[in-house]
């Protein structure tokens, strides 16, 4: 994924009050409604999510896990830019790849019934299947896999190299659009990486 364009209007705003805002609107043990706001865009802010999931503010890493999760509740995506939102306003950040990390997973079940089931860097759990899909790209240049998994609403998190590497040890080679594929089942669907007849 194309990295997001650089902020064209920067504007104050405190962190903390925004998180507060954002907690004040989340209902107990659910994630807030971010897709039912339409609060007016008040500019972007300097936040920027990192390719390997670090969230930074003016510059500097934010180190309160819990603050960084909230502003993960609260992110939206728009065609290929990324806001934070709160009923009552919406600030646009800088996403360098995807803006979340899945850092571990486990598998249940086998064979059709297989479902893996990730872990992000900011706690959210998801199983893959068909509402949340498991693709990879590869690079133009040197053929590197670069996986992801859906997490939600358009939000996508970047399956890092240890968990890929250990998703490749449980693959499997099906049939898919008239060819060969080498891939991984999870929720009922194949989700396709390499065709099998570009395997090492």
Partial sequence: MAKTEAPQMIVKLDPDRLAATASAAAREGKLPPVEKWNPPFCGDIDMRIARDGT??????????????????????????????????EKVGITVEDVPFVAVDFERTGEGAGQVLTFVTNVGDRVAAGPDHPIRVTRDAVTGEPAPYVH??????????????????????????????????????????????????
Avoid: C, M, N, Q
């Fill in 55 to 88: 969230w930074f503010y003016l510059g500097t890493p934010i180190g309160r896990a819990p603050l960084v999760r909230l502003f993960s509740t609260i992110l939206k995506r728009e065609g290929a830019r990324y806001f934070l939102v709160t009923p009552v």
């Fill in 151 to 200: 997490v939600r609403s358009g939000l996508e998190a970047r399956i890092d190299r240890k968990s890929f590497y250990r998703l490749v040890e449980i693959g499997t080679t099906e049939a898919h659009e008239g060819a060969d594929w080498f891939g991984l089942r999870s929720g009922g669907a194949f989700f396709p990486v390499i065709p099998a007849a570009e395997l090492p």
